[in-house]
């Protein structure tokens, strides 16, 4: 079979390569399909943008389907789309530096929080624009990435509360990202109760308890009472259309929104297992092969600089041998790639982030 008439495969791209083609008529839908889903029980859904590095063809589309409220963990990425005049209340999900403190105070109409020192300096930028910025307290309630312990609060509620300009809407917790913990009906029942204590003991009207991200589709599946979790941080969910625990596929959404194509540089019969002393790799490691024989290596003109290799699967039945800096190696298997092909990937989450990040791909909305 001639690689042209080979599906995933093209010999004559008329756009620059590497790429992702991005259908935007697909993540419309799973944004919509979301945003009704989770907002039958009462759950506001916050679309997660860092996962397309702020891309402001996908965030315009998100606000037009409902969506108000965007987050991105880079404040640049908030500032592209404020500046571009996105309609949308723009969080920013990581514990700000204080280097970039003045652009928070600018940029974010909420942050989340976790250092005093960086609140008391947010405070004070506050004062001086004359303004009050929001907050959200992140708690750690087990994944070990961000978070005050739970035992502390009650050092830090007190001075937070005390500070000019400064205003805590809200909680949340982390989940399934650092250490992969599931956000399940015991959490998310802990992180209630810490809502309702401080309500109470400090006469807050707390109207945000965000209780984690697109790992907290199985809890809400199976669960009748959402507790007090009113907000949801939803970001592979809409893009890839799964959940994040297994990656299962979530029914009724699309998850093939994003293809990454890339071009075959080099088409050759060669050995499956390199020769010589081997010595470490690019990366410091010492690589090994299995033995197959001769086989079709075909390189693409990309690698772990432009894309987090492990997260492509081939839309063909080829494997990827391993990359370099800028080169991926695949076996070809019977597949006859030729020099000038390019060919088509899924990706995952991680592979997505850095594509996305990547100004070596060309982006192309569909």
């Not at 640049?76 to 309609?87: F, H, L």
């Not at 005390?162 to 802990?190: H, R, W, Y």
């Not at 293809?259 to 010589?276: A, L, N």
Request: charge should be negative; hydrophobic fraction near 40%; charged fraction near 20%.
């Amino acid at each position: 079979m001639n690689a042209a008439n080979q599906p995933f495969v093209e010999t004559h791209f008329n756009h620059s390569l590497p790429k992702m083609e991005i259908n935007l008529s697909k993540i419309s839908h799973n944004a919509r399909k979301i945003n009704a889903m989770y907002g039958v029980k009462g759950i506001n859904v916050m679309a997660v943008t860092k996962g397309v590095c702020g891309s402001l063809e996908i965030a315009n589309m998100l606000t037009d389907n409902g969506i108000g409220q965007l987050g991105d963990s880079k404040i640049e990425n908030i500032k592209q789309m404020k500046d571009a005049g996105v309609q949308a209340e723009f969080v920013l999900l990581r514990t700000p530096a204080l280097s970039q403190i003045e652009a928070v105070a600018e940029y974010a109409d909420i942050s989340m929080q976790t250092e005093l020192t960086v609140i008391e300096r947010l405070s004070q930028c506050a004062i001086v624009r004359n303004t009050v910025k929001k907050i959200i307290l992140m708690i750690e309630l087990g994944d070990l990435r961000e978070g005050v312990m739970p035992d502390q609060l009650d050092h830090y509620i007190p001075q937070i509360t005390q500070m000019s300009g400064i205003e805590l809407v809200g909680i949340g917790a982390n989940f399934a990202c650092f250490g992969g913990v599931k956000p399940d009906t015991e959490k998310m029942k802990t992180l209630s109760t810490l809502a309702i204590a401080i309500r109470k003991q400090y006469a807050l009207p707390l109207p945000i308890v965000s209780g984690g991200n697109s790992a907290n589709y199985n809890w809400f599946s199976s669960s009748e009472e959402m507790g007090e979790i009113n907000h949801l941080r939803i970001g592979e969910s809409i893009l890839l259309g799964r959940e994040t625990l297994s990656r299962e596929p979530i029914p009724g959404l699309y998850t093939d929104a994003f293809t990454f194509y890339s071009e075959v540089i080099e088409s050759k019969i060669k050995p499956s297992v390199p020769y010589g002393q081997i010595a470490q790799n690019v990366l410091g490691l010492y690589p090994s092969f299995d033995e197959m024989g001769d086989i079709r290596r075909c390189i693409l003109g990309v690698g772990f600089q432009d894309v987090l290799v492990s997260g492509l699967t081939p839309l063909l039945d080829l494997n990827i041998i391993g990359s370099s800096s800028d080169h991926t190696v695949l076996n070809a298997k019977n597949v006859e790639l030729q020099v000038g092909d390019a060919v088509a990937f899924s990706v995952n989450y991680g592979a997505l982030l850095s594509i996305m990040t990547s100004a070596a791909v060309a982006k192309e909305y569909i």
